[in-house]
C-alpha cells in the first residue's frame, strides 16, 4: 500500500473569497501585515501500490477530487 498526499488550491488568477475572509479577520484579531491568504484543500489517501500509481491519482484528481477548471493541485505518494 502507499500513502498519497493530494493538495488542492484555487488557480492563481481566482479570487479567493475565503483567503480574503481569513485574512481581514486575522487583521482584526491584530496580526498585522498578513497578506495574499488562499484557502486549499488536503486530501490523504492510502492506494494499492502499483506501476502506473500516478496515473491512478492523476485521474482521481482530476475526475473526483478537485474541479480542474477551477482548482491545480500536487500530489505527494509515500511508498
Known amino acids: 500500500m502507499a500513502q498519497v498526499k493530494v493538495t488542492v488550491t484555487l ?3 481566482l ?4 483567503g480574503k475572509v481569513v485574512q481581514s479577520a486575522l487583521k ?3 496580526y498585522e501585515g498578513v497578506d495574499g ?3 486549499g484543500k488536503y ?3 492510502t492506494v494499492p ?3 502506473n500509481i500516478d496515473a491512478q491519482v ?5 475526475n473526483l477530487l478537485t ?3 477551477i482548482e491545480d493541485y500536487q500530489f505527494e505518494v509515500i511508498r
Not at 479570487?15 to 475565503?18: A, T, V
Not at 492523476?58 to 482530476?62: F, G, R, S
Open 28 to 30: 482584526q484579531l491584530g
Open 67 to 69: 474541479n480542474p477548471v
Open 11 to 13: 488557480k492563481p488568477a
Open 43 to 45: 486530501v490523504e489517501l
Open 58 to 62: 492523476k485521474e482521481m484528481c482530476e
Open 49 to 51: 501500490d502499483s506501476e
Open 15 to 18: 479570487l479567493d473569497s475565503q
Open 37 to 39: 491568504v488562499r484557502i
